[in-house]
């Protein structure tokens, strides 16, 4: 795994798992076990200066001043939402930026964060989608949106327990299309050196990637959800244009298998609901045909968020709401997502991150109500 290397010639620490750290502290001549000592400086203590690791020898805190940095993204703006939810856009250089979102519930408090700056997907309802591609983010700055956000969050709330408790990959990117940078962020989630987190509690949302569904069930199984959107594969195919790839049949039997390792009993199927596309009666009782019986799942409708590129519109209430009681009606568990942040567009697919696009930006920030710009790393 590389680090990533964003101070000239410093090797950002944050892009090493425990065993990634292990072999980088092996290299200066170091003890493994110092690696989990300052493993847990950084992670744990939230600490970026080597000189506050006062159990680390001189001698070595010297040392990796020279050649290492533990350096979060740049923040372009902090939002916060009337409902306690906090956007955050990042800097990730040329032009790009990548979004991260917490969400505080009374029993847990859930980061949402991006893998990737735009995603080649090209989902149909999704503004990351419309976006384009423009790179994969590396592990260092997946894992600084959670350090960052653990780290000042404990500050602003005084705190020095906890304050994130879960994960859940569906900021923006296709996290299945970066598994080499994802990986080594998800083990140092789950790390009792690390953030200590419940594999329960780390979820990876995928619009489908077959193969590397297969692959995270053998390397490090963390809860999944699927963004499903449609009964059969014509409909699949233009809302989700990876399903021409993997179709619904290979993607079912690819979760049957994940759930052999997975921690959750169930899968998670997110489906948008579309006014008029994929939101009606018939293809309510077609879900129904599809899943029961053949996958334990839980299916979690989420209302569209609109925006004007995409053509298309949120399914009025009345009508998620019959949607959602023919598939409870056959015993599906079925739940409605409650949409949050929606005064800072912090709710899904809405996270686009266009620096290019300075005036939606400045506009965002407008309709904010709070906006506390150039937070800075703790
Ligand atoms: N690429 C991954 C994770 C990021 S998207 C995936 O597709 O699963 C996270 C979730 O937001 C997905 O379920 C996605 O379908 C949903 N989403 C995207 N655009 C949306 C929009 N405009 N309104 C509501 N949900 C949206
Ligand atoms: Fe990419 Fe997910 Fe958006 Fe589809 S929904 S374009 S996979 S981020």
């Not at 200066?49 to 070595?60: E, G, I, V």
């Not at 994130?164 to 996290?175: H, Q």
Request: with cysteine; proline share 5%; net charge neutral.
């Amino acid at each position: 795994m590389d680090a990533a290397v964003n101070l000239p010639g410093l090797t950002n620490l944050l892009g090493f798992d425990l065993e990634g750290l292990a072999a980088y502290c092996e290299q200066l001549g170091e003890k493994r076990f110092r690696a989990t000592q300052l493993f847990r400086w950084i992670h744990q203590k939230g600490a970026s200066d080597f000189d506050q690791m006062t159990d680390l020898a001189k001698s070595l805190r010297d040392k990796l001043a020279s050649r290492a940095c533990v350096t979060a993204l740049p923040v372009i703006s902090e939002h916060i939402s009337t409902d306690g939810t906090v956007k955050w856009l990042f800097d990730v250089g040329a032009g790009n930026a990548v979004e991260a979102v917490f969400i505080p519930e009374t029993d847990r408090g859930t980061l949402c964060i991006s893998s990737q700056a735009g995603c080649a997907v090209g989902c149909r309802f999704c503004s990351t989608g419309h976006q384009g591609f423009s790179r994969n983010l590396d592990t260092a700055e997946i894992i600084a949106q959670l350090w960052f956000a653990e780290h000042s969050l404990r500050k602003r709330f005084n705190q020095t327990e906890r304050v994130i408790s879960n994960v859940v990959m569906m900021g923006m990117g296709e996290p299945l299309q970066n598994y080499n940078a994802l990986v080594p962020a998800l083990r140092m989630m789950l790390d009792d050196h690390g953030y200590g987190m419940s594999r329960r509690r780390v979820t990876v949302s995928t619009s489908g990637v077959v193969p590397m569904i297969e692959r995270l069930r053998d390397d490090c199984p963390v809860a999944l959800a699927v963004s499903l959107h449609a009964p059969t594969d014509p409909l699949r195919d233009q809302l989700v244009p990876l399903n021409k790839k993997y179709p619904i049949a290979e993607l079912l039997d690819a979760c049957n298998h994940y759930l052999e390792k997975a921690p959750r009993d169930f899968i998670t199927f997110e489906y948008c609901m579309l006014d008029g596309v994929n939101d009606t009666p018939e293809q309510a009782h077609a879900l129904v045909e599809l899943l029961r019986g053949h996958v334990s799942c839980k299916i979690n409708l989420i209302p569209f968020n609109p925006f004007p590129a995409s053509g298309l519109k949120r399914s009025a209430n009345e009508r998620v709401k019959a949607f959602a009681d023919v598939l409870l009606q056959a015993g599906l568990i079925t739940t409605v997502r409650k949409t949050r942040g929606d005064d800072i567009d912090a709710a899904c697919g809405q996270l686009a991150g266009e620096v290019q696009d300075r005036t939606q930006v400045h506009v965002r920030m407008v309709r904010a109500p709070i906006v506390v710009k150039g937070a800075s790393p703790s």
